[in-house]
Each structure stands twice: as C-alpha cells, then as structure tokens.
C-alpha cells in the first residue's frame, strides 16, 4: 500500500491525545450511608466494571475513527508505481506502405490508429513516432489530432532506429515509460528485436490475405527499328494465378493490353512493343486485387535523345570509336594540333591518347575542366616526355610518373568490387587469355583505386579521386604494337562504364526513399537552382554545378511514386520516373514462433488494455471514510444503548 500525501500520517502521533485523557482522567466518587454495606460493595464493584468497558469501547471507537479519517486523507492506493508519478507512453507506429494491407478488422494502419486513439487517456502523456514524423510528449487529445492525420508513406525505419529513439526519449523524460512497438515486422529477423529496451511490448499488425502480384522491374531493349521492347518483370507470391490482366500507358494513354500467367512463386516478362517517340512517358497496370495496391503500378521514361560528350586528343583511337557508339555518345576526336579549346568545356569526357607532350594551353584548360567536374582518361606515349607529366600531374596535385619499365607484363587481376566493373561479371574469372603490355610507367598518385592491375600487384587502370571529377590512369600505351588489352573483353566494359559515369543521364526510373543521383545536362547561374516538379507538389534537390552539367541529388524527397518534370524556372529539361522500393511487397514476416523469449502480441487494443490495467491506481480512500463513518455509528449505539 502506497500513499499520495504520506506526509498526513504524522497526525497519527495525536491519537496519543484521547488515550492520556482516558488514562488520567479522575472521577471522584460521593458516599452515601446506607444500611446493607454487603450488597452496597457489590454493586459500586460492578459499576465500576461496567462503566470501565464502556470507556474503554469509546476509546476504540473514536481511536478507529481518528485514524481512520487520517488514513482516508492520506489517500492510500494500490498500484505498481507512484501517483504523482506521471506515467509516459513511448509509441512507434510503423506506417511504412505495408501496413495499408487489409487485416481481420480492416486495415492495418486505420485500425491500430483507432485503437490507439480510443485507449488513451488524459492521465497520460505520449511520444509518437512513425517513419516520418516524431511527436514528443503529447496529451491523449493531441495525440488523437495527430494520429487522424498519419497516413502510410514510403519512408522506412529500421528496429535499430527505433530503439536508440526510446533511449534518447528515457534520459530526456522524468517518468515511468512503457514501449510499444506496433508494426507488421515485415523483413525483420529475430535478432534485431533481441535488443530491444526494458518496458517494451510488441503488436504485430497481420494482413489476411498471403498472395501477391507485384510489378519487379522494366528494361527496354532498342531493336533498332521503329519500335522499343518494353520487358516487364512480374513477381508472384502464393499460388499460380491466371488471366492476369496487364496495361501499358504512355502519359495515360492506353496503348496496348494483354493477360498472363504465372506459375506459383514465380517470376514471369511480358513484353510490349511500342512505337518510338522523343520521350516517352510509360505506367504499367496489373489489374489484380491482391495483398498489396501500391505495387501493381509502375512508372519509367525513356529520353531519348540524352548523350554523353566525349572528346579523343591525340593519335588514331578507332577502338573508343567502336566504344564510344553514335547511339548514346557524341564522340569527337581530333589531333592535339587540331583540338578546338572551346569545345573542351562542353565535353563530359576527355580522353588524351598517347601524347607526347601536354602544351601549356591544354594543361590549363584540363585544370579547369577538371575543377568543373570533367572527367578524364589518360593514356600515356611510349615516347612521352616525364617532366611535361608531372607538370600536368602536378598542377592537379595528383602524384607524378616516376621512369618508364620495358619489361612484359601480363594483366591478371580485376577488381570485380569497383563500381566500373561490379555488376559486369556474372561471376569472377579465374582463368582467362590474359592481355599482355610490352612497355609499361611506374607512378605513384594520391587517392588512387586499382580496376585492373600487373600480375606484380601493380595497378594497370586506376582511378584516381579528383575534388569534383575523377581521373583514370592507363599505365601502359594500347597501340596494338605495345599491347593487345585492346582486343581484350576487358576494354569494352571499362571504357564504356567510364563514359556512362562521366553524365549520369536519367534512368528509366528512380526508387523512392533512396539516394538517386542524376545528373542535368545544363550549366546554371550563379543564383540558378533546379526544382523537381509534378502535379501535387515540387521541391528543391541538393545540386551542384559542374563541367556543362549540374548533379542533383534526391533522398527524403519524393515520397510518391510517379512521374516528375526537373525544371529551370518553368521551362522542363528532363522528365523522371519514381517508384517505391520492392521490398515493401515482400510477404516476409517476423514469425511468432520465432521469439521464444518475447511475447508478442497481435492485438493493439488488448496491448493498451492490459498496460493501463497495470498502471491503473486503486484508491482506498473511501474504504477508510466508510470505517470513519462506522467507527462513529458504532460509538452512538455505545453511548445509546450501553447501560453500565
């Protein structure tokens, strides 16, 4: 038993009070004759006895009746913590796109906001925090305002996240916390609630339905007619499913329709052809009523008309030609006496191609385009001259040539984890003809990364980390007299990738909740900034000028998938795609049976029930007024009645 006011049970000391008074109380007795002493001394003995009891009662009665009001103004409870301590709710509502699924009561997130709103209370005080907002120390009404207005999003939070919030959250409250955890547990292992904080109960959100078609990916394949090969990836979980019906859309035009089928988790392509047009502005549509709605829609554009600048100094270069395709480059080479320096800072790319020397004029012009965010390949000359090098190398602050070694070498080792070459092994090569070089340059460079390297460790193509740019480092001459590297299934996917990576053109799409970067093939102003725009919202995404390009980075922003215009004041210069992430349409739940040690519950109300159960106070205030009200009866009935 608890008290409110302990500090009243101190009046108890005054119940010493009626006790000395009945002990020292003196009554004086009168004698009057009487003629049968005998009988006389019995009786004043039994009157004695009698009126003895009496007092003795009325003692007890108005004692109980004294402590009984200051035990009822001490208001005595019965709970598990303090009354004026005020209790905190920490609360984490996942409301990721999952949580939109259709559960036994309705939907997910609809129903655990009801619940959660319809078992508060005002005694209460409450942090809310959901993937995208955190609500700090709010009343049952605010938090009711706040939860009427939560919706899912496509932000998501990790376990991990979530705990180290309530930790921050504990040493910033004085209160008693309890944690509840409600989400669907969607991609989450039992370890990562192994962790979780004291005071923590979890509800697990289920959604009825175990069957989903989800949209996995789009690639198109350019045939080279008048047409593009739209593929479509379409994932199934659960059983097979037939007659699934599939629609293509350019900018919501309806232009083609078909259904498929699809085996029981399984994947299936459906491919659509459809005519070329400058941009193209594609949704795709299944029309499937299944777990989840938000992945039967994707979106993706194609611009065609996006190359990449590249620009070849030096000798003949007929292998980047054959690279450097009419297709997706703009590919110039010219001879260093020939090479117009005004087109240097149009370029996205630069490729010096055995010169000698590098005159003055070039040097500084490279500097600059380099500062600018200019990429730029360097293949060096059996005849170079070492001292213009390091001049150059020198002015980018990047190392120096140290001597030129003309033993043979061959090329063994690729750095399959490089982002130039990660994802173009289907697996690594263990054994291969391997490119040879007859005349080869040590160098030593400042944040250098190897991509393929000498069978004596040595770095063959590096890349070397500029402030705004990269530059890449070819340590041999690829004339055919010198090496076969350029007959190599190597020079291909090297070269390539260097010329994809110089502009990062638009993607057929984006995914949300990721860091996209996506570079515009414009110079700004000074005071220029580049907006993304649809027809619900716009933003403003972190950018930087570089080299005849501005890079613009999205993370937080958008949050809906669609199609969105990058635009320069009112005037659109491209149109991109955004979807949501695909592992939001995974059926992968953390299982009950998996958490031995932690019970999990999968009802929200019941949860909220049984923790306000725990905290609620009994108070015992009324059951000692009720005894003050009977002690005092009870000593009426005595004085009344009680005849000694």
């Given at each position: 038993?608890?008290?409110?006011?302990?500090?009243?049970?101190?009046?108890l000391?005054?119940?010493?009070?009626?006790?000395?008074?009945?002990?020292?109380?003196?009554?004086r007795?009168?004698?009057?004759?009487?003629t049968?002493?005998?009988f006389?001394?019995?009786?004043?003995?039994?009157?004695?006895?009698?009126?003895?009891?009496k007092?003795?009662?009325?003692?007890?009665?108005?004692?109980?009746?004294?402590?009984?009001?200051?035990?009822?103004?001490?208001?005595?409870?019965?709970?598990?913590?303090?009354?004026?301590?005020?209790?905190?709710?920490?609360?984490?509502?996942?409301?990721?796109?999952s949580?939109?699924?259709?559960?036994?009561?309705?939907?997910?997130?609809?129903?655990?906001?009801?619940?959660?709103?319809?078992?508060?209370?005002?005694?209460?005080?409450?942090s809310?925090?959901?993937?995208?907002?955190?609500?700090?120390?709010?009343?049952?009404?605010?938090?009711?305002?706040?939860?009427?207005?939560?919706?899912?999003?496509?932000k998501?939070?990790?376990?991990?996240?979530?705990?180290?919030?309530?930790?921050?959250?504990?040493?910033?409250?004085?209160?008693?916390?309890?944690?509840?955890?409600?989400?669907?547990?969607?991609?989450?292992?039992?370890?990562?609630i192994?962790?979780?904080?004291?005071n923590?109960?979890?509800?697990?959100?289920?959604?009825?339905?175990?069957?989903?078609?989800?949209?996995?990916?789009?690639?198109?394949?350019?045939?080279?007619?008048?047409?593009?090969n739209?593929?479509?990836?379409?994932?199934?979980?659960?059983?097979?499913?037939n007659?699934i019906?599939?629609?293509?859309?350019?900018?919501?035009?309806?232009?083609?329709?078909?259904?498929?089928?699809?085996?029981?988790?399984?994947?299936?392509?459906?491919?659509?052809?459809?005519?070329?047009?400058p941009?193209?502005?594609?949704?795709?549509?299944?029309?499937?009523?299944?777990?989840?709605?938000?992945?039967?829609?994707?979106y993706?554009?194609?611009?065609?008309n996006?190359?990449i600048?590249?620009?070849?100094?030096?000798?003949?270069?007929?292998f980047?030609?054959?690279?450097?395709?009419?297709g997706?480059?703009?590919?110039?080479?010219s001879?260093l006496?020939?090479?117009?320096y005004?087109?240097?800072?149009?370029?996205?790319?630069?490729?010096?191609?055995?010169?000698?020397?590098?005159?003055?004029?070039?040097?500084?012009s490279?500097?600059?385009?380099?500062?600018?965010?200019?990429?730029?390949?360097?293949?060096?000359?059996?005849?170079?001259?070492?001292?213009s090098?390091?001049?150059?190398?020198?002015?980018?602050?990047?190392?120096?040539?140290?001597?030129?070694?003309?033993?043979?070498?061959?090329?063994?080792?690729?750095?399959?984890?490089?982002?130039l070459?990660?994802n173009?092994?289907e697996?690594?090569?263990?054994?291969?003809?391997?490119?040879?070089?007859?005349?080869?340059?040590?160098?030593?460079?400042?944040?250098?990364t190897?991509?393929?390297s000498?069978?004596?460790?040595?770095?063959?193509?590096?890349?070397?980390?500029?402030?705004?740019?990269?530059?890449?480092?070819?340590?041999?001459?690829?004339?055919k007299?010198?090496?076969?590297?350029?007959?190599?299934p190597?020079?291909v996917?090297?070269?390539y990738?260097?010329?994809?990576?110089?502009?990062?053109?638009?993607?057929?799409?984006?995914?949300?909740?990721?860091?996209?970067?996506?570079?515009?093939?414009?110079?700004?102003?000074?005071?220029?900034?580049?907006?993304?725009?649809?027809?619900?919202?716009?933003?403003?995404?972190?950018?930087?000028?570089?080299?005849?390009?501005?890079?613009?980075?999205?993370?937080?922003?958008?949050?809906?998938?669609?199609?969105?215009?990058?635009?320069?004041?009112?005037?659109v210069?491209?149109?991109?795609?955004?979807?949501?992430?695909?592992?939001?349409?995974?059926l992968?739940?953390?299982?009950?049976s998996?958490?031995?040690?932690?019970?999990?519950?999968?009802?929200?109300?019941?949860?909220?029930?049984?923790?306000?159960?725990?905290?609620?106070?009994?108070?015992l205030?009324?059951?000692?007024?009720?005894?003050?009200?009977?002690?005092?009866l009870?000593?009426i009935?005595?004085?009344?009645?009680?005849?000694?």
């Amino acid at each position: 038993m608890q008290f409110k006011h302990l500090e009243v049970l101190y009046f108890l000391a005054f119940l010493l009070i009626p006790i000395l008074v009945h002990l020292f109380q003196l009554q004086r007795f009168v004698k009057v004759p009487f003629t049968n002493v005998a009988f006389l001394q019995k009786l004043v003995l039994q009157t004695r006895k009698s009126s003895r009891i009496k007092k003795w009662l009325i003692l007890a009665t108005r004692l109980l009746l004294l402590s009984a009001l200051i035990f009822a103004f001490a208001q005595p409870y019965f709970s598990n913590h303090k009354a004026n301590e005020k209790q905190h709710f920490f609360l984490y509502l996942d409301n990721s796109l999952s949580t939109n699924a259709i559960g036994e009561k309705g939907n997910l997130l609809q129903v655990a906001t009801q619940e959660i709103i319809e078992n508060s209370t005002e005694k209460t005080s409450y942090s809310l925090l959901t993937n995208n907002h955190f609500y700090v120390n709010k009343t049952a009404s605010e938090l009711k305002e706040i939860l009427l207005k939560t919706t899912s999003t496509a932000k998501k939070r990790s376990l991990a996240d979530v705990f180290l919030k309530i930790t921050n959250e504990h040493k910033s409250i004085n209160s008693s916390t309890k944690n509840i955890i409600i989400s669907d547990f969607q991609n989450i292992k039992k370890e990562a609630i192994d962790n979780a904080p004291e005071n923590t109960s979890f509800v697990k959100l289920i959604p009825e339905q175990k069957s989903n078609i989800s949209i996995d990916s789009v690639f198109v394949n350019d045939n080279g007619s008048s047409n593009f090969n739209i593929h479509i990836i379409v994932k199934n979980q659960g059983k097979a499913k037939n007659d699934i019906p599939i629609a293509i859309y350019n900018n919501n035009k309806l232009l083609n329709k078909q259904t498929f089928n699809i085996e029981e988790n399984k994947t299936t392509e459906v491919t659509f052809s459809v005519v070329k047009t400058p941009v193209f502005l594609g949704k795709i549509d299944v029309n499937f009523n299944d777990t989840y709605g938000f992945d039967n829609s994707f979106y993706f554009t194609i611009n065609a008309n996006e190359k990449i600048n590249v620009l070849a100094i030096g000798k003949s270069n007929d292998f980047l030609q054959r690279i450097y395709t009419k297709g997706e480059f703009n590919f110039t080479s010219s001879s260093l006496q020939s090479t117009n320096y005004n087109s240097i800072d149009k370029q996205h790319l630069i490729v010096l191609n055995e010169l000698e020397n590098i005159p003055e004029t070039l040097l500084n012009s490279l500097k600059s385009y380099t500062q600018k965010g200019g990429n730029l390949v360097v293949i060096p000359s059996k005849e170079l001259t070492l001292s213009s090098y390091n001049i150059f190398f020198n002015k980018l602050n990047v190392g120096k040539l140290l001597s030129q070694k003309k033993d043979s070498l061959k090329i063994t080792t690729i750095n399959y984890n490089h982002p130039l070459l990660k994802n173009v092994f289907e697996k690594k090569v263990a054994n291969f003809q391997y490119p040879f070089v007859k005349t080869s340059f040590n160098a030593t460079f400042n944040n250098a990364t190897s991509i393929v390297s000498f069978e004596n460790k040595q770095g063959f193509i590096k890349q070397i980390n500029l402030p705004n740019a990269s530059l890449y480092w070819i340590a041999a001459p690829l004339k055919k007299d010198n090496s076969n590297f350029t007959n190599s299934p190597l020079i291909v996917p090297v070269f390539y990738n260097i010329g994809k990576q110089s502009l990062q053109l638009s993607k057929l799409y984006y995914t949300i909740d990721k860091q996209n970067t996506i570079d515009i093939d414009k110079q700004l102003g000074k005071d220029e900034v580049l907006s993304i725009v649809n027809y619900k919202e716009s933003f403003i995404p972190l950018q930087q000028t570089l080299q005849n390009k501005t890079r613009i980075t999205t993370k937080d922003q958008p949050l809906v998938a669609g199609f969105y215009e990058v635009q320069q004041q009112n005037s659109v210069l491209k149109n991109i795609a955004f979807n949501y992430d695909k592992s939001e349409s995974y059926l992968e739940f953390l299982a009950l049976s998996e958490t031995n040690n932690i019970t999990i519950s999968t009802s929200v109300k019941n949860t909220l029930e049984n923790i306000n159960n725990e905290n609620k106070i009994q108070w015992l205030w009324k059951w000692f007024l009720s005894l003050a009200i009977v002690s005092l009866l009870l000593e009426i009935l005595i004085l009344k009645f009680f005849k000694p």
